[in-house]
């Protein structure tokens, strides 16, 4: 059983940044890719970064270059710094981790970014 607590959403402005926190319940070196979503009002969820625990990344192609995941594996978290922000980055940010053939989701923060 894993839990996934996100944190660090709020209300900013186009060009602003935030950064987003997801805590995890366990060491999340067993844990070998975590992967961050979110999803807009009347939109699919959709996949946004992703960071292995090699460190490597990937990122959607509407968030590189703005877009930095990373992980601190001794505080079992992983963040996403999202800069120059955009009004169409307003959404539902969630992080997900794969343990076991089982999927875990964190309850979700919401960004919202004004004109």
């Known amino acids: 059983q894993v839990q996934l607590v996100e944190s660090g959403g709020g209300l900013v402005q186009a060009g602003g940044s935030l950064r987003l926190s997801c805590l995890a319940s366990v060491n999340i070196f067993s844990i070998s890719g975590m992967e961050w979503y979110r999803q807009a009002p009347g939109k699919q969820r959709e996949l946004v970064a992703v960071?292995?625990?090699?460190?490597?990344?990937n990122y959607a192609d509407s968030v590189k270059g703005r877009f930095t995941a990373s992980r601190d594996n001794a505080k079992n978290t992983v963040y996403l710094q999202m800069n120059s922000l955009k009004p169409e980055d307003t959404a539902v940010y969630y992080c997900k981790a794969r343990k076991t053939g089982q999927d875990y989701w964190g309850q979700g923060t919401q960004v919202t970014v004004s004109e």
């Open positions: 960071i292995m625990i090699s460190g490597s990344t």
